[in-house]
């Protein structure tokens, strides 16, 4: 292990376009934090996308969860001090994975819903795929989170789809179009609006590779990448008051 670091297990692969941000932003962190050619202690466990969303799109959750949490044990096996599944979608299954090991799992849900209580937000937009936008194990998370009165609003029908396809069309296969950011992002302006909403949450990990932050105005933009990035962070570093 890294003196003043604990070593971070990284279950990855969902898609791989989304692990590499991740891993690099993990290292930048370290980086900029303590100086010199300092990188991040981390152990990567890439799972085989495809495997993945066969059991997602056949509900076998289960099997899914089986998978994960296999992977969980052999990170802990090599001597990982905590986990975290970079992938928003697959922490259906998070409490599997998490009771598969005795290290500390970190959960992408929780990332997201502190920064927008700091933030003293209680209205958001949810952006993600059908699964997490649709589902009570991430749209109601963040609900009971941000507490009593708390909304938390999808797109319109036709837009949340045009997201869904586009995360697994396009964006887990590195496509970036600026016609796909466009539309989005009026999807985004528009829906704000129309229901008043205070922050914006990117509940997507490929999300990210389309600088939506750049194209919201007003509102806070709470992208669970970033955010859960820095909660690896200020976890592995702690040691070293950093």
Known sequence: MSAGQKRLGLIGGMSWESTAIYYRELNRGVGQRLGGLHSADLL????DFQDIV?????????????????????????????????????????????????????DIRNAVADAARTARVDAVLLLGTNYVVQEDFYRGW????????????????????????????????????????????????STVAAHRLGGVVLACTELPLLDLDSCVDGVPVFDSTRLHVETCLNWMLHATGR
């Open 44 to 47: 990567l466990a890439s799972v």
């Open 142 to 189: 963040i609900e009971r989170s941000l507490g009593p009165g708390a909304r938390v609003v999808a797109l319109p029908d036709d837009e949340q789809h045009f997201v869904h396809n586009t995360i697994y069309d396009e964006l887990a296969k590195g496509v970036v179009r600026t016609s796909t950011r466009e539309r989005i992002a009026q999807a985004i302006a």
């Open 54 to 106: 066969s059991c997602v799109t056949g509900d076998e959750w289960e099997r899914a969860a089986d998978q994960l949490s296999a992977v969980a044990r052999r990170l802990e096996d090599a001597g990982v001090d905590g986990i975290a599944l970079a992938v928003n979608t697959m922490h259906k299954i998070a409490p599997s994975i998490a009771d598969a090991t005795e290290v500390p799992f970190f």
